[in-house]
């Protein structure tokens, strides 16, 4: 499964460019995003690639289109003063659940969680980010199917830590 979400939100260009540190985190317990259900039940999905590094280089890009200069480490010298943003992958599971016996009719549920630390200087701010995505369907999902709802709902909730004005202030002041 190819992990490869597509952020629809503008970030608006800063007047000045600003370096920020940009780490994300990978802190779920398994890699495997579930399994298919039913017969494919023993059939985990999982990525091809280290998710973390996939999320990080797509909101690196989003953020050097604000003028951001993304970094990978704050300096210790630097730590009071240093703008950077911390993302945490808590949650992305897939799941099926059965609507009626016997497996014909399914409801297929991607959750992605996603904890983002802004810190600027002395000021902090954090917050939750999820989205929720879900299919019914006759039968499963073929790989495509679940990879696209896959990327969508991680996509969203990436967005929505980028629109989210209150932490993109933190990071724009």
Request: glycine letters at 6%; hydrophobic letters at 45%; a neutral charge.
């Amino acid at each position: 499964m190819v992990l490869r979400p597509v952020l629809n939100v503008t970030i608006p260009p800063l007047s000045q460019p600003r370096t920020i540190a940009l780490t994300v985190l990978d802190m779920r317990s398994s890699k495997a995003f579930g399994v298919r259900g039913g017969i494919y039940d023993t059939a985990l999905i999982t990525p091809r690639t280290d998710v973390a590094q996939t999320l990080r280089r797509i909101l690196a890009e989003r953020l050097q289109s604000g003028n951001f200069r993304v970094i990978d480490r704050i300096e210790a010298d630097d730590a009071a003063a240093a703008l950077s943003l911390e993302v945490r992958i808590e949650r992305i599971n897939y799941g099926v659940t059965p609507l009626v016996t016997g497996g014909l009719l399914n409801e297929v549920r991607v959750e992605a969680l996603f904890q983002a630390i802004a810190r600027n200087g002395e000021r902090t701010l954090s917050g939750q980010y999820q989205a929720v995505g879900t299919r019914q369907i006759n039968g499963y999902l073929n790989a495509e199917q679940n990879e696209a709802l896959l990327n969508e709902v991680v996509g969203k909730a990436l967005q929505n830590i980028l629109a989210d004005h209150e932490l993109m202030a933190v990071l724009r002041s």
